[in-house]
């Protein structure tokens, strides 16, 4: 048993540049052991020599006790005859470090550096940029590999004598830290008033003051701007949602405690795990009744979103006389998050009374992440910092690609051996600037990952900026467009290890169909070769085109028309006493005439639809507003036993199924003018949408014999409408699978256009 053994150890992911190497010779060292490690290109290599039970000890705790910034995707251990080494030592890199090792995202600051930010005696005592190799910014600061300081934005500053010690000190918690810095080395920080006027004394105590006067600040964070201001202060909050032209999309806050988050909302085991996470994303909390936040903050919502700090400068901040603070990205309205000084000066003149700056440039943005648990799982609705650049792993060797998402919430992937990396948020390609991000962002990634794929997948889409990117780059030899929801299927697959067929429900907003339509509401028999469609909601006609994504009431009258015809206007619905007879009889026009409406089978149209018929919301101020409040009212419904769906048509035509939901229309109108309540119609709608997808489903498995179902598509993000239906899959039969590492809305669209095309290419 106690005989002498020499393990090799080669560990595989984030493990260079996160105090791995001192770890492994402290964590040897407490188990007796001997031996070596050493950065090589794959990863870390080490051989550890002892008594095979402290062997043992060594290779079964190793991920466990390994750094917390390190992340390890896989580890080979083999076993060889002892070679009697005398002493542990870390040797010296044989080949160039990093060409397959991952780079780490920026992360929350750990406690040693909290205490050290809180103790007065530490020389770092208050000092907002305060970090080691356990915590602090990387993906932000990084412009290339390997990562030194000299490829990062603190190359500027020059170590003190102080911070160089502890750079070079292989037990000191800085060893190898390369944003290392104190007050006396490293960044400073100063507050500017809206004529760029430098304020005299300490900016974070003139911030604070400032804050709880009720100014609104821009702040400069890790990943870009924050617009912050106090959130029980109404009139703060409003001048804000005006000033930045956002209308009703809730704020996102940061609160000092958990403990202090718990006076807000309501939050679970799992939601306190990832708000304290060091990865601290933006989670999406139940609000409890009787606020002490602004109403302005999230009107409507039932959903507060909620973080931490993050930063020193967050923690000092946040050390001030109020519960919360808003912190929204630092930008108007579509626009990327505003990442440097002078850009904040000049794109945030008119919203923020004051600013505080530093002098740590951000290379690249990232902002803030968000989920919501879902299942007891943590679950992404935007995958941002502290998450990339961390791959999704796949279980096969892909070809290097690159894919370029959709239009919508864009992210891009490139693929590298068994990983997928799906970039940080860019955001909708809209605008130039954001055009520009999604070039700088795939130009990075490229660098940092020595990736120079030959391969590239885009959307079917001819109108998509990231299209027309695809198609006018030359150093591609093949381009692979891919049909919008089958990436959509893709990506649920990839992320949940699928490769053989499925039954793939894609409902979304928008997607370019193949035969020109607008798709949204698809069943699609699919592997990542290729997809058949097996099903869809009936096309309708979407009176104004692109303005029925922002004028819900536009499909509503459509689906009114297809369902009443010229009766519609004797209908005694709360939705008409809301609108103009003019415009009615406009809409109507175009419908009949079919001019600029062109045909969908959206799902996402259909909620927003009912929503709007039901009163509930005609127009949306963000992106499927009108869906979530209809969410919102279905929830309220308590008793939810023997609610029967309501009624509508399955027709098959040639190979193909259509969902005919007129008759559903019909029951809900009735419904309506008879005063039953919203609520409990919303609910059966939702109960419906359910069944359908579930009756869909036994259909084709009768036909095929697939049992695997996976969801995604942005309508997935309702958590009802999941709940409801992943209850009959069970009972069903089925195995079904969601999104959860990457979003389910589009963006997680370019990691199933990546594995597309690396499966179409070979
Ligand atoms: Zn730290
Ligand atoms: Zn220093
Ligand atoms: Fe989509």
Redesign the pocket.
Known sequence: MNKKVRARLLVYGVVQGVGFRPFVDRFARENNLTGWVLNASLGVEIEAEGKSKDVKKFVEGFSENAPPMSLITHIDVSYLPPVDYKDFVIKKSIVQPWEFTLISPDMA??E??LKELQDPQDRRFGYPF???????PRYTIIRDIPYDRPKTTMKKFVMCPACQKEYKEITN?RFHAQPNACPDCGPKIWLLDSQGNEQAGDGITKAKIFLSQGKILAVKGLGGFHLVCDAQNEEAVKNLRQRKRREEKPFALMVNSIEKSKSLCFISKEEEKSLLSIKRPIVLLKKKKASLLAPSVAPKSQDLGVMLPYTPLHYLLMDGPYLALVMTSGNISQEPIVFSNEEALERLKGIADYYLLHNRDIYTRSDDSVVYIANKTETMLRRSRGYCPLPIHLDYHVEQILACGAELKNTICLTRGKDAFVSQYIGDLENLEAFNFFEHTINKMKRILKVNPRIIAYDMHPDYLSTKYAEKVSEYDIKIPVQHHHAHVASCMAENGLKKKVIGLAWDGTGYGEDGCVWGGEFLVADFFSFERKAFFSYLPMPGGEKAIKEPYRMAISYLYQTFGDNLMDLALPFFFQMDNKKLSAILETLKKGINSPLTSSAGRLFESISSILGVRNKNTFEGQAAIELEYLASSIRKRNNISAYPYLINQIDSQYQIDVTPMIKQIVKESVNQKSSAAIAFTFHVTMAEIAVDMCRKIREECGITSVVLSGGVFQNRLLVSLLTEKFVEQGFDYYIQQKVPANDGGIALGQAVIAYFKSI
């Open positions: 600051t750990c040693d550096c305060i970090n080691c190799t356990n915590c602090g918690r």
